[in-house]
């Protein structure tokens, strides 16, 4: 399973690609308004530290990067989207799972623009976004938690759902919040799961982890010798 990060900060990404090696970086307008830059700096941004760091290649480093949510027709849509794609070639378009968003990202993936359908809250959205051929399908989790709604059995039926039709479409697991939702989606056989900097920190955490390090510092310490 890849990890990918939810964030448009160069810090975050950075620091996340070096020390753990995401596998990609997932944006919406809430992290480019987080960043504090502009939309179009942002992502010219993320696009030279693809540069940077070697990485071009939609294969090697995705980007998901989100239209403007204020589009409501296919058309605008669609011109928005060639235009963000065209500035790099790791830039996947971030596109809403409604009538609209699906009639563009048809249109797109047919013209070699690649998508990630987003904004899925059901198996049912999810089964548009693989019947398109979209790259990807994010279905957010955190959100439906908060909601009070169970996700371990909804990202059971939608992966078993993409493995009996056999869509090529791959699955990311959004809006990730904790180790135990990143555990669960690995056992499932979720493609991808992006969350946010501070999730992957405290998934690395256990208290025991300090407890045995403070036993292993004791025993160090009282060695013959040390
Ligand atoms: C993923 O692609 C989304 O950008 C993300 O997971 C949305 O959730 P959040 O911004 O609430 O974490």
């Not at 179009?40 to 403007?68: C, Q, R, Y």
């Not at 908060?146 to 479409?169: C, F, H, P, R, W």
Request: proline content about 3%; hydrophobic content about 40%; charged content about 25%.
């Amino acid at each position: 399973m890849r990890f990918f990060l939810d964030s448009a900060k160069l810090d975050e990404i950075d620091k996340a690609y070096k020390c753990y090696g995401i596998d990609g970086v997932t944006t919406n307008p809430k992290h480019i308004m987080n960043s504090g830059k502009e939309f179009m700096v942002a992502i010219t941004d993320i696009a030279n530290w693809i540069k940077d760091n070697h990485l071009e290649g939609m294969d090697k480093f995705p980007v998901s990067v989100e239209i403007n949510p204020h589009l409501e027709t296919a058309e605008e849509i669609i011109q928005q989207a060639k235009k963000i794609s065209a500035l790099c070639e790791n830039f996947v378009i971030k596109i809403p799972c409604n009538l609209e968003g699906v009639k563009a990202a048809k249109l797109l993936e047919e013209q070699g623009v690649r998508t990630n359908v987003t904004l899925v809250f059901s198996p049912s959205q999810a089964i548009q976004a693989g019947r398109i051929h979209a790259k990807f399908v994010s279905p957010f989790l955190g959100w439906k938690e908060n909601s009070g709604e169970d996700t371990y059995a909804y990202m059971a039926q939608l992966v078993n759902i993409y493995k009996e039709k056999g869509y090529e479409t791959e699955i990311i697991a959004a809006a990730v919040r904790n180790g135990k939702q990143i555990a669960d989606m690995a056992e499932l056989g979720c493609d991808i799961v992006t969350a946010g900097l501070s999730v992957y920190e405290e998934s690395f955490k256990h208290p025991f982890t300090n407890y045995g390090l403070g036993v292993f510092c004791d025993a160090w310490d009282h060695t013959k010798g040390n």
